[in-house]
């Protein structure tokens, strides 16, 4: 038991020693904590701390000690205000700066509140005020609520060109917004914790002050609400007032630029206002509102502008009137409703008016849209519009605009020709470039036109000389092959007669003879291609051809039949060269292949008059079948039909097995 009570003993020595040796490592001092670089802060070590509690935040309070102050992350109840703590816990890096977080803490008592240090604009470049107890001086000009049931809010304090934002934390007990919000417009002592502001690249780009209590703004002096002072008042000198206060006034409202900034005007003077909240203000609106003037470059306008009492007006017969304005390029008229002449200009932005002065000054309108009713440029025209100047204090202007809140405020003098120089230009460049592609488009044409004459005449010749081929394989085929056929007609004749009649023979052995010349001739003008059509050929048919057809049927014993020649040539009187030479070869050929395929004993020539002149050639052969005769083999029934066609002659053949052969010519209308 008691060797028990020994190790128990020895053990809390030990522990009390490491705790002591822990303690001895432990930082004890806010501004060794601040001085630690980042990559020693996310060490993590661990520090005791002895602190006064100065502001409230949503994730844990401020505090500091003599050596400066930092923010402590504790998500349990908040300790007071003021009071003094003891602190175990550990540094963090923090994305913007080292921060405490709370192990546990041992609350020694209460405390007076550090002296304050006084914040100054450079706490917005440095870390110098950063979570420690500072005072700042100036207008309280807005507080607003955030979450009122929590005693969350936020404002603004103004001292000069220092703007400095304001949040309200309290927990524990509400922050009286309401008695916060009473001394807007009062000159007033606040105090708190300072706190930094940060952008999305974790850069500093200002800071506030952290404001826990009433107790801790303290008004210095309350300014009287004086009554509604002119525009033109705006910025004058008081000797009455020690410091700037809000001031009442109101106005038309005659342009508005966004949600927190307008223009108004009355009477004869216009000013800039910059609200603090969003406003839903139509243009014509009389409204009174109150806020602190601020010298705006060269004119005097409000910040912080807080709107009082609102009128919609329904016509815009209280808007004050148009001023014409002879020099716009000036600070004369500034922020009021002005006329100005000029020449629109197209710059492909915002549309410029050039005044008689040379002046360029850009056109802004209410509506976007509205540009697009604009007459074209080049147009002298009469517009009014609010003059927007940038102008520092030396009156020297840096630029003016014109704001146009309607195009019933515009008046045309005079319209452009439709026929600009560039409007010139331009047609010239595409006459230019209709004449070009014309060019090109005739050179194309020119080219396709010579390939496809190449082609026509390649074509033409094959075809000529097809036809003068088949021409010549008619006339050789209608020549030697009716002359030969003939002849061979005569021989057989000879050669029966030379037994019986020898006289009958000779003779038609000086006919066979007088064929073969005959033929000869007719074969060798055809080749040579020398054969025009005369009267000698007019006078072959139908004579002629009636005796050379009963020749051939009588050199082979074949009955023929047919009107005399006699009765038929003043029928047939008409005919010209070309008809006559074709009707009598294709008579020719057809008696010719009827003597040679058909094996007919009668062949008979009848002439037809209705409804026009027919020739029809019968026999009573043993016919064919029309359909199956091969084109290639029988060159005859080929060029008769060719010879008919080419004389514009109707030509057909009907022919049945067994029951002969017709073969009908019908003579053109013209006979």
């Known amino acids: 038991m008691n060797s028990v009570v020994g190790w128990l003993a020895f053990l809390s020595c030990c522990c009390a020693v490491a705790a002591g040796r822990a303690d001895e490592s432990a930082l ?19 520090v005791k701390l002895e602190v006064t509690v100065t502001s409230h935040l949503i994730a844990g309070f401020d505090a500091q000690d ?55 604009p450079n706490f917005m470049s440095s870390g110098l005020g950063d979570n420690r107890w500072v005072e700042a001086e100036g207008l309280l000009v807005q507080v607003s609520p955030v979450d009122q049931s929590e005693g969350h809010g936020s404002g603004l304090l103004v001292n000069g060109d220092l703007s400095i934002g304001i949040r309200f934390r ?43 209590s009433n107790d801790f703004i303290r008004v210095i002096e309350e300014p009287p609400v004086g009554e509604m002072l002119p525009l033109d008042e705006l910025g004058r000198w008081d000797t009455r007032q020690e410091r700037p206060s809000l001031v009442l006034t109101s106005g038309v409202v005659t342009w508005v630029d966004g949600p927190r900034q307008c223009v108004i005007q009355s009477g004869g003077h216009g000013a800039r206002i910059s609200w603090l909240d969003d406003q839903n203000i139509a243009i014509g609106s009389h409204i009174s509102l109150k806020g602190l003037p601020a010298a705006d470059g060269f004119f005097v306008g409000l910040q912080y502008g807080q709107s009082l009492e609102r009128v919609e007006e329904a016509a815009v017969s209280g808007v004050p009137a148009f001023v014409r304005d002879p020099d716009p390029f000036s600070t004369d008229f500034g922020y009021q409703r002005i006329l100005v002449q000029g020449v629109l200009l197209d710059t492909g932005a915002l549309p410029i008016l050039k005044t008689a002065g040379n002046a360029s000054i850009p056109l802004r309108f209410l509506n976007p849209k509205d540009e697009e009713g604009l007459p074209p440029a080049g147009s002298q025209i009469e517009l009014g519009g609010v003059k927007l100047v940038d102008a520092v204090d030396t009156n020297a202007v840096n630029s003016v605009q014109l704001g146009v809140t309607s195009l019933n405020d515009l008046v045309i003098l005079s319209t452009p020709s439709k026929w600009t120089p560039r409007r010139y230009w331009t047609a010239i ?39 003068e081929r088949n021409r010549i394989a008619r006339e050789l085929h209608d020549t ?11 021989l057989a004749s000879v050669e029966r007669a030379l037994e019986s009649d020898l006289d009958r023979a000779h003779e038609k052995l ?51 039949s047919g009107p005399k020649a006699e009765d038929l040539d003043h029928r047939f009187g008409g005919l010209t060269n070309e008809l006559a030479y074709a009707c009598h070869r294709i008579v020719l050929e057809a008696v010719t292949n009827c003597l040679r395929h058909s094996g007919a004993s009668e062949i008979s020539l009848n002439l037809k008059d209705d409804p026009g ?38 030509f057909s053949i009907q022919s049945t097995v067994g029951d002969g052969t017709t073969v009908t010519l019908s003579l053109p209308n013209c006979l």
């Open 28 to 46: 004890t001092n806010i501004g060794s904590i601040r001085k630690l670089s980042y990559a020693d802060a996310k060490l993590s070590p661990r």
């Open 66 to 120: 003599q050596s400066g102050g930092i923010f402590f992350e504790w998500d349990r109840e908040r300790p007071g205000l003021g009071d003094h703590l003891r602190v175990f816990g550990r540094v963090t890096a923090g994305l913007y700066g080292p921060y405490i977080v709370i192990d546990s803490i041992e609350k020694i008592g209460k405390r007076r509140m550090p002296r304050p240090l006084p914040f100054r």
């Open 170 to 212: 309290r927990y524990g007990t509400s922050f009286d917004l309401l008695r916060a919000r009473n001394q807007v417009g009062k000159w007033v002592t606040l105090r708190g914790s300072g706190a930094p502001v940060f952008n999305n690249l974790r850069q500093r780009i200002g800071a506030e002050i952290i404001c826990s």
């Open 429 to 467: 460049g595409i006459l230019g470039l209709l004449a070009l592609l014309v060019l090109i488009w005739s050179l194309s044409l020119r080219r396709v036109v010579s390939r496809q004459t190449l082609v026509i005449q390649e074509q033409t010749g094959k075809r000529a000389a097809l036809e």
């Open 480 to 490: 030697l092959s009716q002359g030969f056929s003939g002849v061979g007609y005569q």
């Open 510 to 560: 000086v006919a066979a003879r007088q064929m073969v010349e005959h033929s000869l001739a007719e074969a060798r003008d055809s080749v040579r291609g020398l054969r025009l059509h005369n009267e000698e050929d007019a006078a072959l048919f139908p004579k002629q051809t009636l005796a050379a057809a009963a020749e051939l049927c009588q050199a082979t014993g074949v009955d023929f």
């Open 613 to 650: 002149l027919t020739l029809i050639l019968a026999d009573n052969g043993r016919g064919f079948d029309p359909a199956a005769v091969p084109a290639d083999k029988h060159f005859g029934i080929q060029g008769m039909r060719e010879r008919a066609q080419a004389a514009d002659i109707d």
